[in-house]
Protein backbone atom coordinates (compact mmCIF):
# COMPACT_ATOMS: atom_id res chain seq x y z
CA UNK A 1 0.00 0.00 0.00
CA UNK A 2 1.20 3.23 -0.66
CA UNK A 3 0.10 6.52 1.21
CA UNK A 4 0.72 9.89 0.31
CA UNK A 5 0.76 12.33 3.56
CA UNK A 6 -0.34 16.25 2.96
CA UNK A 7 0.03 18.89 5.55
CA UNK A 8 -0.36 22.77 5.92
CA UNK A 9 2.76 23.38 7.43
CA UNK A 10 1.18 27.02 9.00
CA UNK A 11 -2.20 25.41 10.41
CA UNK A 12 -2.17 24.64 13.89
CA UNK A 13 0.57 27.28 15.04
CA UNK A 14 2.71 24.65 12.67
CA UNK A 15 2.60 22.00 15.85
CA UNK A 16 2.17 19.23 13.07
CA UNK A 17 5.56 19.04 11.94
CA UNK A 18 7.35 18.21 14.96
CA UNK A 19 4.95 14.43 14.63
CA UNK A 20 5.96 14.04 10.94
CA UNK A 21 9.39 11.77 12.59
CA UNK A 22 7.24 9.56 14.41
CA UNK A 23 4.76 9.11 11.74
CA UNK A 24 7.34 8.22 9.19
CA UNK A 25 8.50 5.76 11.90
CA UNK A 26 5.41 4.14 12.02
CA UNK A 27 5.13 3.50 8.70
CA UNK A 28 8.67 2.64 8.06
CA UNK A 29 7.93 -0.22 11.19
CA UNK A 30 4.96 -1.59 9.23
CA UNK A 31 7.08 -1.44 5.86
CA UNK A 32 4.61 0.81 4.14
CA UNK A 33 5.50 3.06 1.55
CA UNK A 34 4.55 7.17 3.35
CA UNK A 35 5.57 10.00 1.19
CA UNK A 36 5.31 13.39 3.12
CA UNK A 37 4.22 17.03 1.30
CA UNK A 38 3.62 20.30 2.63
CA UNK A 39 1.99 22.81 1.15
CA UNK A 40 3.70 25.38 0.06
CA UNK A 41 0.89 27.87 -1.16
CA UNK A 42 -2.84 28.40 -1.06
CA UNK A 43 -4.80 25.70 -3.06
CA UNK A 44 -1.72 23.64 -3.13
CA UNK A 45 -3.33 20.61 -1.24
CA UNK A 46 -6.24 20.49 -4.14
CA UNK A 47 -3.89 20.41 -7.12
CA UNK A 48 -1.36 18.11 -5.17
CA UNK A 49 -4.52 15.95 -4.33
CA UNK A 50 -5.48 16.01 -8.04
CA UNK A 51 -2.14 15.24 -9.56
CA UNK A 52 -1.21 12.61 -7.35
CA UNK A 53 -4.48 10.70 -6.47
CA UNK A 54 -3.62 7.54 -9.27
CA UNK A 55 -0.74 6.86 -7.65
CA UNK A 56 -1.67 6.36 -3.98
CA UNK A 57 -3.96 4.14 -2.29
CA UNK A 58 -4.36 6.07 0.47
CA UNK A 59 -4.40 10.51 0.92
CA UNK A 60 -4.11 11.42 4.75
CA UNK A 61 -4.84 15.37 5.27
CA UNK A 62 -3.22 17.11 8.09
CA UNK A 63 -4.51 20.85 8.70
CA UNK A 64 -7.63 22.67 9.21
CA UNK A 65 -11.23 22.33 7.51
CA UNK A 66 -9.86 24.78 4.54
CA UNK A 67 -7.10 21.94 3.99
CA UNK A 68 -9.04 19.20 3.73
CA UNK A 69 -11.54 20.95 1.47
CA UNK A 70 -8.69 21.16 -0.69
CA UNK A 71 -7.87 17.74 -0.82
CA UNK A 72 -11.24 16.28 -1.36
CA UNK A 73 -11.55 18.57 -4.45
CA UNK A 74 -8.39 17.67 -5.64
CA UNK A 75 -9.31 13.54 -5.11
CA UNK A 76 -12.64 13.97 -6.41
CA UNK A 77 -11.53 16.07 -9.48
CA UNK A 78 -9.89 13.22 -10.16
CA UNK A 79 -10.76 9.98 -11.98
CA UNK A 80 -9.36 7.52 -9.68
CA UNK A 81 -10.20 7.78 -6.18
CA UNK A 82 -7.31 7.24 -3.26
CA UNK A 83 -9.19 6.32 0.45
CA UNK A 84 -9.15 8.97 2.37
CA UNK A 85 -8.27 9.95 5.97
CA UNK A 86 -7.42 13.59 8.18
CA UNK A 87 -5.46 14.31 10.80
CA UNK A 88 -6.35 17.47 12.40
CA UNK A 89 -4.00 20.21 13.05
CA UNK A 90 -6.04 23.40 12.94
CA UNK A 91 -8.17 26.32 14.44
CA UNK A 92 -11.33 24.29 12.90
CA UNK A 93 -11.77 21.23 12.92
CA UNK A 94 -14.69 20.28 11.80
CA UNK A 95 -14.53 17.56 9.58
CA UNK A 96 -11.99 15.68 11.81
CA UNK A 97 -14.62 15.95 15.01
CA UNK A 98 -17.50 14.57 12.83
CA UNK A 99 -15.59 11.56 11.41
CA UNK A 100 -14.43 10.97 15.29
CA UNK A 101 -10.65 12.03 14.78
CA UNK A 102 -9.15 14.01 17.40
CA UNK A 103 -5.34 15.34 17.47
CA UNK A 104 -4.29 11.97 19.08
CA UNK A 105 -1.75 10.54 15.83
CA UNK A 106 -1.07 7.48 17.24
CA UNK A 107 -5.00 6.90 17.75
CA UNK A 108 -5.70 8.15 14.11
CA UNK A 109 -2.55 6.03 12.74
CA UNK A 110 -4.27 2.83 14.38
CA UNK A 111 -7.45 3.33 12.86
CA UNK A 112 -5.53 4.16 9.56
CA UNK A 113 -3.81 1.18 9.32
CA UNK A 114 -6.96 -1.20 10.23
CA UNK A 115 -7.71 -0.17 7.03
CA UNK A 116 -11.26 -0.03 7.60
CA UNK A 117 -12.99 2.88 5.52
CA UNK A 118 -16.92 3.47 5.18
CA UNK A 119 -18.40 5.32 1.91
CA UNK A 120 -19.11 8.92 2.72
CA UNK A 121 -21.38 11.26 0.59
CA UNK A 122 -19.70 14.20 -0.67
CA UNK A 123 -21.63 17.52 -1.43
CA UNK A 124 -20.92 19.53 -4.35
CA UNK A 125 -22.36 23.71 -4.83
CA UNK A 126 -21.62 24.79 -7.83
CA UNK A 127 -18.53 22.99 -9.55
CA UNK A 128 -17.17 23.02 -5.87
CA UNK A 129 -17.24 20.28 -3.52
CA UNK A 130 -17.95 20.58 0.06
CA UNK A 131 -17.09 17.87 2.82
CA UNK A 132 -20.01 18.98 5.50
CA UNK A 133 -21.04 22.56 5.63
CA UNK A 134 -22.48 25.08 3.15
CA UNK A 135 -24.32 28.62 4.74
CA UNK A 136 -25.44 32.07 3.99
CA UNK A 137 -26.27 34.89 5.87
CA UNK A 138 -25.79 36.44 9.04
CA UNK A 139 -22.89 34.95 10.92
CA UNK A 140 -21.64 32.71 8.40
CA UNK A 141 -18.64 35.23 6.99
CA UNK A 142 -17.31 35.06 10.35
CA UNK A 143 -14.94 31.73 9.55
CA UNK A 144 -13.01 33.75 6.60
CA UNK A 145 -13.59 37.36 7.44
CA UNK A 146 -11.95 36.85 10.94
CA UNK A 147 -8.06 37.72 10.61
CA UNK A 148 -5.36 34.65 11.48
CA UNK A 149 -3.95 37.01 14.32
CA UNK A 150 -7.01 37.65 16.25
CA UNK A 151 -7.89 34.44 16.00
CA UNK A 152 -4.59 33.25 17.20
CA UNK A 153 -5.09 35.94 19.85
CA UNK A 154 -8.20 35.48 21.33
CA UNK A 155 -9.78 32.01 20.06
CA UNK A 156 -13.48 31.27 20.25
CA UNK A 157 -13.75 35.13 21.81
CA UNK A 158 -12.98 36.20 18.68
CA UNK A 159 -16.11 34.32 17.17
CA UNK A 160 -18.49 35.76 19.33
CA UNK A 161 -17.29 39.16 19.17
CA UNK A 162 -17.20 38.91 15.49
CA UNK A 163 -20.65 37.43 15.67
CA UNK A 164 -22.47 39.75 17.95
CA UNK A 165 -21.06 42.54 15.27
CA UNK A 166 -22.66 40.83 12.37
CA UNK A 167 -25.71 40.35 13.88
CA UNK A 168 -26.37 44.57 13.99
CA UNK A 169 -25.94 43.81 9.82
CA UNK A 170 -28.94 43.38 7.55
CA UNK A 171 -29.18 40.29 5.69
CA UNK A 172 -32.59 39.82 3.90
CA UNK A 173 -31.92 37.10 0.94
CA UNK A 174 -34.80 37.04 -1.29
CA UNK A 175 -34.63 32.90 -2.27
CA UNK A 176 -36.28 30.45 -4.65
CA UNK A 177 -35.71 26.72 -3.52
CA UNK A 178 -36.21 23.70 -5.34
CA UNK A 179 -36.01 21.07 -3.37
CA UNK A 180 -36.99 17.21 -3.68
CA UNK A 181 -40.27 17.79 -2.42
CA UNK A 182 -41.24 20.77 -4.13
CA UNK A 183 -40.45 24.92 -4.11
CA UNK A 184 -40.42 27.40 -1.03
CA UNK A 185 -40.19 31.14 -1.63
CA UNK A 186 -39.45 33.03 1.36
CA UNK A 187 -36.90 35.85 2.23
CA UNK A 188 -34.31 34.49 4.64
CA UNK A 189 -31.82 36.00 6.98
CA UNK A 190 -30.01 32.80 7.77
CA UNK A 191 -29.43 29.67 5.18
CA UNK A 192 -27.61 26.53 7.25
CA UNK A 193 -26.98 23.50 5.35
CA UNK A 194 -25.31 20.36 7.32
CA UNK A 195 -24.18 17.34 6.28
CA UNK A 196 -23.49 16.32 10.41
CA UNK A 197 -24.38 17.91 13.31
CA UNK A 198 -21.65 20.26 13.64
CA UNK A 199 -20.38 23.68 12.62
CA UNK A 200 -18.30 26.03 14.16
CA UNK A 201 -17.56 23.44 16.95
CA UNK A 202 -20.66 23.50 18.05
CA UNK A 203 -23.22 20.61 18.06
CA UNK A 204 -26.38 21.28 16.99
CA UNK A 205 -28.40 18.15 18.12
CA UNK A 206 -31.47 19.51 16.39
CA UNK A 207 -30.20 18.07 12.68
CA UNK A 208 -32.43 15.36 12.63
CA UNK A 209 -31.17 13.81 9.05
CA UNK A 210 -27.74 13.56 9.72
CA UNK A 211 -26.74 10.05 8.47
CA UNK A 212 -23.09 10.94 6.23
CA UNK A 213 -24.41 7.87 3.46
CA UNK A 214 -27.81 8.86 2.73
CA UNK A 215 -27.48 10.91 -0.39
CA UNK A 216 -29.28 13.50 1.76
CA UNK A 217 -28.49 17.07 2.90
CA UNK A 218 -30.51 19.22 5.59
CA UNK A 219 -31.12 22.68 5.02
CA UNK A 220 -32.46 25.08 7.78
CA UNK A 221 -33.75 28.38 6.88
CA UNK A 222 -34.50 31.19 9.56
CA UNK A 223 -37.21 34.07 7.33
CA UNK A 224 -35.90 37.52 7.50
CA UNK A 225 -37.98 38.96 10.63
CA UNK A 226 -37.69 42.78 11.50
CA UNK A 227 -38.59 42.27 14.70
CA UNK A 228 -37.33 39.02 16.29
CA UNK A 229 -33.91 38.91 13.73
CA UNK A 230 -31.32 38.67 16.62
CA UNK A 231 -33.40 36.67 19.24
CA UNK A 232 -34.82 34.15 15.97
CA UNK A 233 -30.67 33.04 15.15
CA UNK A 234 -30.02 33.41 18.71
CA UNK A 235 -32.84 31.03 19.61
CA UNK A 236 -31.93 28.59 16.83
CA UNK A 237 -28.07 27.99 18.07
CA UNK A 238 -29.33 28.41 21.49
CA UNK A 239 -31.95 25.34 21.00
CA UNK A 240 -29.18 23.30 19.07
CA UNK A 241 -30.81 23.65 15.51
CA UNK A 242 -33.85 21.89 17.29
CA UNK A 243 -36.98 22.73 14.73
CA UNK A 244 -39.52 24.76 15.52
CA UNK A 245 -42.45 27.24 13.38
CA UNK A 246 -39.97 30.06 13.06
CA UNK A 247 -37.82 28.65 10.15
CA UNK A 248 -37.81 25.99 7.54
CA UNK A 249 -36.14 22.60 7.96
CA UNK A 250 -35.45 20.69 4.68
CA UNK A 251 -33.93 17.76 3.54
CA UNK A 252 -33.01 17.04 -0.11
CA UNK A 253 -30.79 14.95 -2.30
CA UNK A 254 -30.80 18.27 -4.43
CA UNK A 255 -31.63 22.41 -3.83
CA UNK A 256 -31.59 24.66 -6.35
CA UNK A 257 -31.55 27.81 -5.45
CA UNK A 258 -32.46 31.39 -7.26
CA UNK A 259 -30.86 34.19 -5.27
CA UNK A 260 -29.03 37.82 -5.90
CA UNK A 261 -25.26 38.16 -6.76
CA UNK A 262 -25.10 39.84 -3.08
CA UNK A 263 -25.30 36.47 -1.37
CA UNK A 264 -22.07 34.78 -0.92
CA UNK A 265 -21.80 31.19 0.54
CA UNK A 266 -19.77 29.55 2.56
CA UNK A 267 -18.20 26.40 2.17
CA UNK A 268 -16.81 24.37 4.84
CA UNK A 269 -15.62 27.81 6.68
CA UNK A 270 -14.32 29.35 3.83
CA UNK A 271 -15.34 31.91 1.07
CA UNK A 272 -17.20 30.45 -2.23
CA UNK A 273 -20.10 30.45 -4.79
CA UNK A 274 -22.14 33.81 -5.21
CA UNK A 275 -25.74 34.39 -5.64
CA UNK A 276 -27.61 31.36 -7.36
CA UNK A 277 -26.18 27.54 -6.58
CA UNK A 278 -27.23 24.06 -7.49
CA UNK A 279 -26.18 22.36 -4.73
CA UNK A 280 -26.66 18.35 -5.03
CA UNK A 281 -25.40 15.08 -2.76
CA UNK A 282 -23.47 12.90 -3.86
CA UNK A 283 -23.73 9.53 -2.47
CA UNK A 284 -20.78 7.49 -0.98
CA UNK A 285 -18.55 8.85 -2.92
CA UNK A 286 -15.78 8.48 -1.14
CA UNK A 287 -13.87 5.79 1.03
CA UNK A 288 -13.15 7.43 4.86
CA UNK A 289 -11.68 6.73 7.74
CA UNK A 290 -13.76 7.21 10.86
CA UNK A 291 -13.77 5.95 14.22
CA UNK A 292 -16.17 3.38 15.49
CA UNK A 293 -18.41 5.43 17.23
CA UNK A 294 -18.93 8.18 14.22
CA UNK A 295 -19.70 5.10 11.97
CA UNK A 296 -22.57 4.24 14.42
CA UNK A 297 -23.57 7.93 14.65
CA UNK A 298 -23.77 8.68 11.13
CA UNK A 299 -23.33 5.91 9.16
MG1 LIG B 1 -26.89 13.08 4.73
Redesign the pocket.
Known amino acids: MRYLLLYNPVSGKGKFHKKIDFIKKQFENRNLHLDVYPSKKANDLNEKAYLEAGNYDYLIVSGGDGSINEVINGIMRSEYRPKFAIMPSGTANDSAAILGINKNVRRTLKLIFQDNPVKI?INKINDKYFFYTTAAGVLTKISYDISRRKLKKYGYIAYLTEGAKDLINKYNMKMTIKHDGGTLVNEYILVLGL?AKRVGGMYLTGFT????N?????LRLIPYNKKFKTARVLGFFINRGRKNKNHDALVSSRFEISTTNNVVWNVDGERGAKGSVVIK?LKEELDVIASKRAIKQYF
Open positions: DSNAKMDGLLEV
